[in-house]
Nanobody
Framework: QPPLEESGGGLVQPGESLRLSCLAR????????IGWFRQAPGKEREGVSC???????KYTDSVKGRFTISRDRSEHRVLLQMNNLKPEDTAVYYC????????????????????WGPGTQVQVTG
């Protein structure tokens, strides 16, 4: 089974909100850097946000000011609060082990991470 489990997606109208959750099954998520990624139909997967084990946070430009990544350490989850959703946010969202460092580099999964889960579908329409 994939080591990370995503949940929280759904069908919403533009302007509405969703909160995604990433739960680790077999390791201590609080000590790992985690990223959220998404893939829309016909498009490549893109990094959306990341949070390091030390609390560094990054967002891709298209979601800045609308999405917030955080940790729920007590429940060992990484959350992605998505507000003011737009149709272009429609995608399958995944979480993965991902370095989260300062600089302009794109958010990328860790090079040795290949165990993607099924993701959670976010559809913004209306």
């Amino acid at each position: 089974q994939p080591p990370l489990e995503e949940s929280g997606g759904g069908l919403v109208q533009p302007g509405e909100s969703l909160r995604l959750s990433c739960l680790a099954r077999e390791f201590q998520i609080n000590t790992h850097s985690i990223g959220w990624f998404r893939q829309a139909p016909g498009k490549e997967r893109e990094g959306v946000s990341c949070i390091s084990d030390g609390g560094k946070i990054k967002y891709t430009d298209s979601v800045k000011g609308r999405f917030t990544i955080s940790r729920d350490r007590s429940e060992h989850r990484v959350l992605l609060q998505m507000n003011n959703l737009k149709p272009e946010d429609t995608a399958v969202y995944y979480c993965a082990l991902a370095p989260c460092e300062d600089g302009s580099q794109k958010i990328q999964p860790r090079a040795d991470f290949h165990s993607w889960g099924p993701g959670t579908q976010v559809q913004v329409t209306g």
